[in-house]
């Protein structure tokens, strides 16, 4: 039986901009890491950072969403709206990514070759239930959760976070949030600088004093992925029950900026201090994040224009995240194919392909996931 739909509340504008802002820097930092020489010197160097960004953005949104309606809201009405939010794009990348499988087949994903349809249509199926696929079986050679599209992974610790929330968090306290805040903040930190309390980050060479990791379902990068997500999550938590918000003019500006800048900062130390990386990123997860969650909640947009690029960079950030990776694949297979490519060449592929992702998810919003989400609101839930 359809129950009443609650009408969602009014929206952040900034932090829906910035939102649109971090996944603009992920599709940057992946182009990029395609032509690096190595992590310490590529150009977009913490592009990375967006997703435990997007996690606290996450949580802020919930925590404001959904904190003070589940007087009007059953738990089963709770995980209908999250799933009517995020899974049909989840559903969208997935077969999208799958058109393109096989044609990645080359040097780059030599994997890709021996995948035989039977277990391509499988996989296609199990990917659709947001179920991880296990690391032994890896069709690409990327080792990840969904082979299709990448940052699926993403996803999978937010539905986490969110069962976390339904059945644990929106029952905490301020002060309990805050002291799960510290504690998490401990894990964070000790994944930068590379402490290795349980014995998973001792191959972790190329990614040491970074948080980079948890795209593949294997204890290591499980439990990477996890410290990743509890203190953004639960920071954005925090933030968003204290309601203390900073208020400044030009607010996405300055809110844009120091997110482009986190993210596009050249790797900290170098080969020689890399400690100093790990320091830094933990300054950024522990603090940077809130003071942006504050003064992107606290700021008004008074120019019309910004008003409309919030909007839009807002609208397409989700699609535009789970969809860019497979112009990523294209751009590997490129450059197997052409390694002698002039530079003039490279812009111009790398500049078409950035189009065509922010086109593939405008046109995914407005002709795919709108429509579903609305069609499903309808067979799931009453107007109100």
């Known amino acids: ?3 009443n739909y609650l009408e969602s509340k009014p929206r952040y504008e900034i932090l ?3 939102r649109g802002v971090a996944a603009v820097m992920v599709i940057l930092f992946h182009m990029f890491e395609c032509y690096s020489p190595g992590p310490l010197k590529q150009i977009i160097n913490h592009g990375y950072l967006s997703v435990d960004f997007f996690f606290a953005l996450s949580g802020f949104v919930i925590s404001y969403a959904y904190d003070d309606r589940w007087n009007r809201m059953s738990m089963k009405d709770f995980f209908k709206r999250r799933i009517i939010r995020l899974h049909p794009m989840v559903v969208f990348g997935t077969l999208f990514g799958a058109c393109f499988f096989y044609i990645n087949a080359g040097p780059s994903f030599p994997q890709i070759e021996t995948v035989p349809w ?3 249509l499988l996989a296609i199926v199990w990917c659709l239930t947001l179920l991880p696929i296990p690391a032994g079986m890896d069709m690409r050679g990327t080792v990840v959760t969904n082979p299709f599209t990448d940052p699926v992974w993403s996803l999978q610790f937010e ?4 069962i976390v929330y339904a059945f644990i968090l929106r029952h905490l306290s301020k002060l309990a949030i805050g002291v799960l805040c510290l504690i998490a903040a401990f894990f964070t930190v000790t994944l930068a600088m590379n402490v290795d309390l349980f014995g998973f980050l001792a191959t972790r060479t190329w990614a040491a004093y970074t948080v980079i990791g948890g795209w593949s379902f294997d204890a290591p990068q499980v439990f990477i992925g996890f410290i990743r997500l509890a203190y953004p999550f639960l920071i954005g938590i925090f933030v968003a029950r204290m309601g203390r918000f900073i208020k400044v003019r030009n607010g996405f500006m ?5 997110v482009i800048a986190m993210t596009a900062i050249p790797r900290i130390g170098g080969e020689e201090n890399m400690w100093m990386n790990g320091l830094y990123e933990s300054v950024i997860i522990l603090f940077v994040f809130p003071f942006i969650l504050s003064m992107g909640a606290g700021s008004e947009i008074k120019n ?9 960079l807002g609208e397409i950030s989700y699609p535009l995240y789970l969809t860019h990776i497979i112009y990523v694949y294209m751009l590997y297979t490129f450059k197997s194919a ?6 003039s060449m490279i812009i111009c592929v790398c500049a078409g392909l950035f189009v065509a992702s922010v086109f593939t998810a405008y046109a995914a919003l407005k002709l795919y996931d709108i429509p579903v989400r609305e ?7 009453r107007k109100k």
Do not use: E
Not at 338 to 343: G, R
């Open 159 to 162: 539905y986490v976070a969110n």
């Open 118 to 120: 039977y277990f391509f």
């Open 16 to 18: 829906d901009g910035l």
């Open 1 to 3: 039986m359809a129950t």
């Open 254 to 258: 300055w809110c844009a900026l120091i």
């Open 304 to 312: 019309r224009r910004v008003q409309k690029l919030c909007n839009f």
């Open 338 to 343: 052409h390694p002698d490519a002039p530079l």
């Open 375 to 381: 069609y499903l609101k309808s067979r799931w839930f």
